[in-house]
């Protein structure tokens, strides 16, 4: 008997196939420049077959042809598929024009300077790039895999969950924008400071991380609304519960805050200035110890 998870299979193709398909052309060509551009993209391409694959089937499956498709009307969507998936849509937009502009002016990116010329560990990261747009996007899949008439009702709580993963977008876009100016105004030589501390950087040393961890964890708590229905298997919400988990462990513990700090100290570790700033800043949460 079909289950969500059955729902779940083109999506995943979509996400790998889309990185495949560009590690193909860039991988040769050893350029970063569009990774984190397409795998924006991979959210969303992903997110949205999953919210129309099931009805493209349905019409193929008819012996119709896909010219005659028509997309449904809005007041055929569950209000959270609906809901779930313009909002994580919007993140990932956001995220990928920013991060292709900043490249864009910069030309590089580090992260990318020894793993760029050796193919093999460059085609592995597009694929690992589309494990991350699978697992970050299993609550928006697995909501969008609950049938319209077995979800429950839309109400207030759903409408604060989706006001608060707005909220955390808003301060993520904002941390970025505040550290986009900041540099700026150095190249300005408006001011000669080495790092930013000012903003919301002045609270906490990776806010934008800060921010983006209760987006993820608001798309679930928004998902966890359908998937606890009846005919909903339990697991759902421990595969859902991944995306936020996953994000946290990645930007913490492995490529984001680590990777940053131990740049930084590297770089201005002698610096009075960034020894004040490293012992009177929390490195993560705002209101946690200074370590945390």
Not at 135 to 143: A, D, K, Q
Not at 215 to 232: N, Y
Not at 275 to 281: A, I, L
Request: overall charge positive; hydrophobic content about 45%.
């Amino acid at each position: 008997m079909p289950t969500i998870f059955s729902k779940l299979w083109v999506p995943i193709a979509a996400s790998y196939g889309l990185q495949t398909l560009a590690a193909t052309v860039f991988v040769p060509l050893q350029t970063e420049k569009y990774f984190d551009l397409i795998g924006a993209m991979g959210h969303i391409l992903s997110a949205w077959i999953s919210l129309l694959g099931p009805g493209i089937y349905r019409h193929l499956a008819a012996g119709l042809s896909l010219v005659n498709y028509r997309p449904p009307s809005l007041q055929s969507l569950a209000p959270r598929q609906l809901a779930i998936t313009v909002t994580f849509t919007i993140w990932a937009a956001r995220m990928g024009v920013f991060l292709f502009g900043r490249i864009r002016k910069t030309g590089k990116d580090s992260r990318f300077v020894e793993i760029r010329v050796n193919p093999k560990r460059f085609f592995r990261l597009w694929l690992i790039q589309g494990t991350w747009i699978m697992l970050s996007g299993f609550p928006v899949w697995l909501t969008n895999s609950v049938s319209s008439n077995a979800t429950r009702p839309w109400n207030a709580w759903d409408a604060a969950i989706v006001a608060f993963a707005v909220l955390n977008l808003g301060i993520e876009t904002l941390a970025d924008a505040q550290k986009s100016q900041w540099r700026r105004q150095k190249e300005r030589g408006e001011h000669n400071e080495q790092f930013i501390t000012r903003g919301l950087w002045s609270i906490s040393r990776h806010p934008n991380y800060v921010a983006d961890i209760f987006f993820h964890a608001s798309i679930f708590a928004l998902s966890s609304r359908s998937l606890i229905a009846p005919g909903s298997p339990r697991s759902a919400i421990l595969w859902s519960s991944i995306s936020p988990l996953f994000s946290y462990g990645i930007l913490r513990h492995l490529s984001g805050v680590p990777f940053l700090e131990k740049a930084g100290n590297k770089k201005w570790g002698n610096d009075p200035a960034w020894k004040y700033y490293t012992s009177t800043t929390p490195v993560f949460w705002p209101w946690a110890r200074i370590y945390a």
